[in-house]
């Protein structure tokens, strides 16, 4: 079978989840005999037609790249998302839905690749119109929801005050519904939580096709996780983006006064990641160097000696966060984790087993986190508890489903599907 695995940018460009979620999907599926190439974005806007060609990390499928369509790059050179001016974005947003010349370098993919099913992750940068030159050649369409980008142009569905846009101003819901109108050449959606996949499917997104929850999976599941003392510091840990939505200012104005907390002398911070708020991070750190330390991006032996010294772990999003990747980073090494409940972390998170699920405000996030500094029981135990809830989020049941569903799409036979060209 012939996969073509398709997201705004591909590995070793890494902006967030869906570019290590592809990744390790087209990983593991060629080590299982498949062919599996993938096309993107070069990240960088531009009227290009010429597709460049690269190998995949393991050398044995192609990635297909040309620019990216709209008015932005969709990252800069450090890696973040790129932050244009107010008209500009505006005009982006708007361009997010149709593009006929990705529409046509689809199409040159699509016919050189031949592929049996098309796996679309995002789609910024691409549109929409990928899906329709799939579906005039006849080829089935699966398309994972990473993020909100079909229902808001942010892609987190907040205002720019970061609370709940409950009620979408009229172009944004123009914008969702021209969206929307072309999930219809979808053959199946899949999400890594129910949250996200339902609230696509309320709006009225990928009618008639077939839709599945595919959990995320580890990203590394250790033999054995450290025996953590029970006395002594008690490491914290925060991994992943350092935006507002990803709820960093609740952490920070949490530990602002955790620290100067009496009887929690013992309590440490590790954060690491990259983002907007990366000043307001290394303020902190200033101001406290013995006990919050600021790391950057980790990977690899770095990230892993992090995990492995950490007595807990926060994902304190204040946006309905799909599945945090970082989540089961924490399970898998042992480590009880406390997020918000928001999104798809309740889902992943069980409350007082595995970890804690609080409201994303900072008088919560502190009192949390003061349980488990004082409580070295309930940390042992949730602990415990993540390691064994982490095991059953492994890569090989998550290729499993997706295989599942290429099969049940690539033996289907649709006349709605039959090829236009």
Known sequence: MKILIQNSVFFPNVIGGAELSSHLLGMELRKRGLQVDAVATTGRRGAGTTL?????????????????????????????PAQPGLLTRGLHHFSSVSSGR??????????????????????????PT???AAHRRGIPVLHTLRDYHLLCPRTTLLR???????SPPVPCRILASLKLRQTHTVDAVTA???FVLQRHLQAGGFRGALSRVVPNACENLPDNVPDRPLDGAVRGLYLGQLDDHKGVGILLEALEVLLKQPGLENLE?????????????????????????????VKGDEKFALLRAAAFQVVPSVW?????????????????????????????????????????????????????????GLRQTHGLSARKRGEGYTLDHQVDMFQEIYHTLSTRQDPDHASTT
């Open 130 to 132: 990928i899906w329709e």
């Open 52 to 80: 460049r060609k690269r190998p995949t990390a393991d050398e044995k499928g192609t990635v297909y790249e040309a620019p990216s369509h709209g008015f932005a790059d969709i990252y800069e050179n450090d890696g973040l």
């Open 320 to 376: 309905n966060d799909n599945f945090p990747r970082s989540i089961l980073d924490g399970f898998s090494w042992g480590i009880p984790v406390i997020g918000s409940n928001r999104g798809g972390i309740p889902e992943v998170i069980r409350h007082e087993q595995d970890g804690l699920i609080i409201d994303p405000t900072a008088a919560a996030l502190a009192q949390a986190v003061t349980r488990y500094v004082e409580d070295a």
């Open 269 to 297: 911070f590790d954060i690491a990641g990259s983002g907007p708020a990366e000043d307001k991070v290394r303020d902190l750190c200033s101001r406290h160097p013995q006990r919050v330390r600021f790391h950057g991006v």
């Open 192 to 194: 890594p939580s129910n």
């Open 160 to 166: 720019s005050d970061k609370s709940e846009c409950t």
């Open 102 to 127: 990705w529409r046509h370098l689809m199409g040159e993919v699509l016919d050189e690749v031949r592929p049996d099913v098309v796996h679309t992750n995002t789609i910024v940068g691409m549109t």
